[in-house]
């Protein structure tokens, strides 16, 4: 099976083929950079950064380009509400973007044009929009004329004249109808401004990705993305522009991610329930938030509640100890017998054709995960299962089992870490989040030993099973007593 993805435009799944062979030319509208980002937010970065990591891992060769919206109505409001002007605003928030990525493990695109950095782009856009009679200049304020473009709608399944019935009445006169949309404004008193043929102004919102876009992948290119909230009006209004001004097809498939919720609510500031990425991340690992993400397939709501990262933190927790196990492994014995059957080996061998099936209907990272956790419940079986003196044979299969395990967790920013590291750091996370520290522990520790040496068995298991309820795993062993966060799984 080839790569199969989800149409917006066109409403199915159809096979992907790219435009010009192997190279993948890919849009996606980045934020508007006003405010720390929050996890609807860390969720449409991570989808892409998914999806253009497994299409190079398919042999593809991917220019990538999101951009930033550094000048907009929000952005001037909260400028003007701080005293400081747009770009200072916009900069700040950029950069704490790139802490944000950097720390989720976000790999830069190609290229992260700002729209301010390509205001001719933009009026040379409008100029071809009004030569091929799209666009028109109203008191230095120009519009996109929405009934010249025949399939405005198409891609949101709008019909016009519903739009047009549904439509308030537009306060501005200028307006030839009430759906159309700015292509270039007149500044107000203090706003940002540039000029243009039709004097001083700003762009609008919707020409500045059709403008950058079209500098950096061509008037055609592959797959434009975005949330699903962009579909209308922004995407529409996209298509309709680049459409408008080049008379050629703008993009060849729409890709876009439904919301995130908190605790099955949409996510809002006046709810009290607004979270920013470095909020979730205080006390869990960005590779958990990783894991809640694509724990959901894009296309599906994604509700975010303490259970949901818990879960996504026992899971990635489970891959770590895996591997950390497997890593731990002795060399083994040659001759000895080994406990892998035939079809065990024929298990892990398929393992990596089983997750590129999965990826490759519509980027299905739940199935995709399913398949990496089928093959950790089979090592973790045969690694239980291991003498004192194991064949050489399984712990070659154990270490290429997790060894391709890392390399397919990779593509989606899993496993990164280098496991013992990640295991400590855990230890130390969990402590906080129940509230114990590692004297306190270390104490119930000694006072078990204690126990054990003077044989009180009850005492013993005690502490084992209270600090088992509070996720805490421990191991006996000549060399002493050692824990680990316990995973809840196989």
């Known amino acids: 099976m080839s790569l199969h993805i989800f149409d917006t435009k066109s409403r199915k799944k159809v096979p992907f083929i790219p435009l010009d062979g192997k190279h993948v030319r890919m849009y996606v509208c980045g934020i508007t950079?006003?405010?720390?980002?929050?996890?609807?937010?860390?969720?449409?970065?991570?989808?892409f950064?998914?999806?253009?990591?497994?299409?190079?891992?398919?042999?593809?060769?991917?220019?990538?380009?999101?951009?930033?919206?550094?000048?907009?109505?929000?952005?001037?409001?909260?400028?003007?509400?701080?005293?400081?002007?747009?770009?200072?605003?916009?900069?700040?928030?950029?950069?704490?973007?790139?802490?944000?990525?950097?720390?989720?493990?976000?790999e830069r695109p190609t290229a992260e044009p700002r729209?301010?950095?390509?205001?001719?782009?933009?009026?040379?856009?409008?100029?071809?929009?009004?030569?091929?009679?799209?666009?028109?200049?109203?008191a230095g304020d120009v519009y996109f004329e929405v009934e010249r473009f025949k399939n405005y709608g198409a891609l949101s399944g709008r019909n016009l004249d519903d739009l047009k019935a549904g439509a308030r009445i537009s306060i501005n006169e200028n307006k030839k109808n009430p759906m159309d949309f700015a292509l270039w404004k007149t500044s107000k008193p203090g706003e940002p401004v540039w000029d243009s043929p039709w004097g001083p102004g700003r762009p609008g919102w919707h020409i500045e990705c059709s403008a950058m876009s079209r500098k950096?992948?061509?008037?055609?290119?592959?797959i434009h993305g975005g949330g699903e909230d962009l579909v209308f009006p922004h995407h529409e209004n996209e298509i309709a522009q680049s459409e408008g001004a080049t008379g050629k097809p703008f993009v060849k498939y729409w890709l876009h991610h439904a919301f995130v919720t908190i605790r099955d609510e949409k996510m809002s500031k006046s709810l009290h329930n607004f979270l920013t990425i470095r909020e979730v991340l205080e006390n869990h690992h960005p590779e958990a938030l990783r894991?809640?993400?694509?724990?959901?397939?894009?296309?599906?709501?994604?509700?975010?509640?303490?259970s949901t990262i818990n879960e996504a933190q026992t899971a990635i927790n489970?891959?770590?100890?895996?591997?950390?196990?497997?890593?731990?492994?002795?060399?083994?014995?040659?001759?000895?017998?080994?406990?892998?059957?035939?079809?065990?080996?024929?298990?892990?061998?398929?393992?990596?054709?089983?997750?590129?099936?999965?990826?490759?209907?519509?980027?299905?990272?739940?199935?995709?995960?399913?398949?990496?956790?089928?093959?950790?419940?089979?090592?973790?079986?045969?690694?239980?299962?291991?003498?004192?003196?194991?064949?050489?044979?399984?712990?070659?299969?154990l270490r290429q089992g997790t060894a391709v395990i890392t390399r397919l967790a990779g593509i989606m920013g899993l496993l990164r870490q280098d496991s013992a590291a990640y295991l400590r750091e855990g230890q130390s996370r969990h402590l906080r989040s129940i509230g114990m520290t590692?004297?306190?522990?270390?104490?119930?520790?000694?006072?078990?030993?204690?126990?054990?040496?003077?044989?009180?068995?009850?005492?013993?298991?005690?502490?084992?099973?209270?600090?088992?309820?509070?996720?805490?795993?421990?191991?006996?062993?000549?060399?002493?007593?050692?824990?680990?966060?316990?995973?809840?799984g196989n």
Request: hydrophobic share 40%; aromatic share 8%.
């Open 33 to 47: 950079a006003y405010d720390f980002c929050h996890i609807g937010h860390a969720r449409s970065a991570l989808v």
């Open 49 to 106: 950064d998914m999806m253009v990591s497994y299409l190079r891992y398919r042999g593809h060769d991917v220019t990538y380009v999101r951009n930033f919206t550094d000048i907009d109505d929000k952005i001037i409001k909260r400028a003007q509400e701080q005293g400081i002007s747009c770009e200072e605003l916009s900069r700040r928030f950029i950069a704490e973007f790139y802490k944000d990525m950097d720390t989720l493990g976000v």
């Open 115 to 138: 729209a301010t950095d390509h205001i001719p782009e933009i009026i040379q856009l409008i100029e071809d929009l009004m030569k091929r009679g799209m666009a028109y200049e109203m």
């Open 216 to 222: 950096y992948l061509g008037d055609s290119f592959d």
């Open 291 to 306: 894991m809640m993400v694509f724990s959901t397939h894009y296309r599906h709501p994604l509700d975010f509640s303490d």
């Open 318 to 397: 489970r891959l770590y100890n895996c591997v950390a196990a497997c890593a731990d492994l002795p060399t083994g014995t040659t001759g000895a017998r080994a406990v892998a059957t035939c079809e065990d080996q024929e298990r892990l061998a398929g393992l990596e054709g089983r997750f590129i099936e999965a990826m490759d209907n519509d980027f299905n990272t739940a199935q995709g995960l399913g398949v990496l956790f089928e093959a950790v419940k089979l090592i973790n079986r045969l690694r239980q299962k291991l003498p004192k003196s194991p064949a050489v044979e399984d712990i070659e299969l």
């Open 438 to 488: 590692e004297e306190e522990l270390s104490a119930l520790l000694e006072e078990r030993l204690t126990a054990r040496r003077d044989k009180n068995w009850a005492r013993a298991d005690e502490i084992r099973a209270m600090l088992l309820s509070r996720n805490i795993e421990l191991k006996d062993s000549p060399q002493g007593t050692t824990w680990h966060v316990a995973d809840n």
